[in-house]
Each structure stands twice: as structure tokens, then as C-alpha cells.
T-cell receptor, first 114, second 114 residues
Framework: SAVISQKPSRDICQRGTSLTIQCQVDSQVTMMFWYRQQPGQSLTLIATANQGSEATYESGFVIDKFPISRPNLTFSTLTVSNMSPEDSSIYLC???????????FGSGTQLSVL | GENVEQHPSTLSVQEGDSAVIKCTYSDSASNYFPWYKQELGKGPQLIIDIRSNVGEKKDQRIAVTLNKTAKHFSLHITETQPEDSAVYFCAASAGGTSYGKLTFGQGTILTVHP
């Protein structure tokens, strides 16, 4: 399975600010995904990060709030914009193994918004 | 869209006992069903998965069963150990180009008492 590194691992931010989360994979992968896990809750897919094109967002998530970059096959960023306390969550980067069609997760970024 | 229900929300067992977690799904197009284990402060770890052309799959102390007709699948852990204590999530996807687009259950907090 791929090794997925996320930065930062946690952060405390003030409302109205933005935070960019980085995801680095140790091998080239076609598909990368960003998930959100609200406190004590399950995981919800935010968007699919497409290399060389705009991200594909799920219902309830918009590009203005969660802009995503995917400049190459090993890296992606998710920005949480104009944060409010409701954005306090764990944000998880995940990649699909090209050979075995399984989804693997990074360790996540725990975000707290005051 | 897909809806995945998971039960129970909490499960407490004695070391050495078996644990069973059940999930139901709504979309008959779903054909890929992974299970993840999440320990505190970590990202979800894939522990076993099953595809719709298989009724049962086993990996050491862990097994998953799938009933496509009834649209439910279950995780079985035998000879539980304290290190099995974690939150377990089931998930479903339609596979194909969407293995990474998972719909997750609500999670089960498993506690194994020594």
C-alpha cells in the first residue's frame, strides 16, 4: 500500500482564516480523495482530486469553500476557507491503489476552529 | 444515493470472545464492501474487504460475509484481543471508477476487556 503523509497533523485556527492541508504520496496514484470526519462521526467524501483538471465535489461541498489542487500524481492540497467552528473536523487524504482497487488513508489533519 | 446503516454503535466483549458488527446498504449497484479500523488519533486502516461476487472472505481472526439479496454484510472477529479495541467502519461503493467514493456506516466502538 502507498505511504501517505499529511501536513499539518493538527492545527488550531481562528474563525475567518484559511488553512491549507498538504497530502504527499510516495508513489504515483491516479485517484486521490479528500474526506471529512466531524467529531465523533463517520467519514464523508468531500471531493475527488483530479490530476490536471478541476476537482469533482460531492453534494454539499463547493469549490469556494474547499479549493483543491492536484499539480501532479503524488501531491494534493485541500484548503478550508473562511473557517467557522463548524469546520472543526479531521480532514483525511486518501488514495486508491492502482493495482488493487483499494482505498488507503493518511493519518489525517485534526482542525479546531475557535 | 447510497445509505449504509451500521449496528451496534458500541460493543463490549471479554478477551477471547467473538465480536460481530453488521451493516446494511441501500443501493443494489454497490459491489465493493471494505471494513476499516480506526485507532485514536490515526487514519482509518483497511482490514478486510469483499466484492459482490464473493459470499465470504477470511483473514486469520477476521472474516466478512455478504448477503447481496438482503443487502447486508458483517464483520466477524474471533478470539478478540485488547488491541482489537478501536472504532470499526463499514463502507460501500459501486466500484468501477468509484472504488474511492465510499459511503461509510456510522461506526462501532469496540472495547475488548482483558
Amino acid at each position: 500500500s502507498a505511504v501517505i503523509s499529511q501536513k499539518p497533523s493538527r492545527d488550531i485556527c481562528q474563525r475567518g482564516t484559511s488553512l491549507t492541508i498538504q497530502c504527499q504520496v510516495d508513489s504515483q496514484v491516479t485517484m486521490m480523495f479528500w474526506y471529512r470526519q466531524q467529531p465523533g462521526q463517520s467519514l464523508t467524501l468531500i471531493a475527488t482530486a483530479n490530476q490536471g483538471s478541476e476537482a469533482t465535489y460531492e453534494s454539499g461541498f463547493v469549490i469556494d469553500k474547499f479549493p483543491i489542487s492536484r499539480p501532479n500524481l503524488t501531491f494534493s492540497t485541500l484548503t478550508v476557507s473562511n473557517m467557522s467552528p463548524e469546520d472543526s473536523s479531521i480532514y483525511l487524504c486518501s488514495v486508491e491503489g492502482d493495482l488493487n482497487e483499494k482505498l488507503f488513508f493518511g493519518s489525517g489533519t485534526q482542525l479546531s476552529v475557535l | 444515493g447510497e445509505n449504509v446503516e451500521q449496528h451496534p454503535s458500541t460493543l463490549s466483549v471479554q478477551e477471547g470472545d467473538s465480536a460481530v458488527i453488521k451493516c446494511t446498504y441501500s443501493d443494489s449497484a454497490s459491489n465493493y464492501f471494505p471494513w476499516y479500523k480506526q485507532e485514536l488519533g490515526k487514519g482509518p486502516q483497511l482490514i478486510i474487504d469483499i466484492r459482490s461476487n464473493v459470499g465470504e472472505k477470511k483473514d486469520q481472526r477476521i472474516a466478512v460475509t455478504l448477503n447481496k439479496t438482503a443487502k447486508h454484510f458483517s464483520l466477524h472477529i474471533t478470539e478478540t484481543q485488547p488491541e482489537d479495541s478501536a472504532v470499526y467502519f463499514c463502507a460501500a461503493s459501486a466500484g468501477g471508477t468509484s472504488y474511492g467514493k465510499l459511503t461509510f456506516g456510522q461506526g462501532t466502538i469496540l472495547t475488548v476487556h482483558p
